[in-house]
């Protein structure tokens, strides 16, 4: 399994950012994907997870109607539009893959997103 993250930067506060996640090693369309944060000095935080059909969609909800999730099975791509973004929403992203059988865990490098005042 392998995770690119890709798209992160630094913006000011009310701008917009969208991130792309894109795997390999496994049939991405048979999984759902998530999107982890961690901001600094802080534990991760699930922003946002999409079902293999993008029928299912969770945000925190400290992102609800300014975060957007969604995938391309075909390009084997998640993707994470942000707008309206805040300071508090500075984090490195990571893109995250859990599988049940086996069970495992995976994630990928990460991208940064700095938000300024």
């Known amino acids: 399994v392998h995770l690119v993250e890709s798209g992160g930067g630094s913006v000011e506060s009310g701008g917009s950012l969208n991130l792309s996640c894109t795997a390999s090693?496994?049939?991405?369309?048979?999984?759902?994907m998530s999107w982890v944060r961690q901001a600094p000095g802080k534990g991760r935080e699930l922003v946002s997870a999409?079902?293999?059909?993008?029928?299912?969609?969770y945000y925190a909800d400290s992102v609800k109607g300014r975060f957007t999730i969604s995938r391309d099975n075909a390009k084997n791509t998640v993707y994470l539009q942000m707008n309206s973004l805040k300071p508090e929403d500075t984090a490195v992203y990571y893109c995250n893959l859990k599988t049940a059988i086996p069970r495992g865990d995976y994630w990928g490098q990460g991208t940064q997103v700095t938000v300024s005042s």
């Open positions: 090693g496994f049939t991405f369309g048979h999984y759902a």
């Open positions: 999409i079902s293999t059909g993008s029928s299912k969609i």
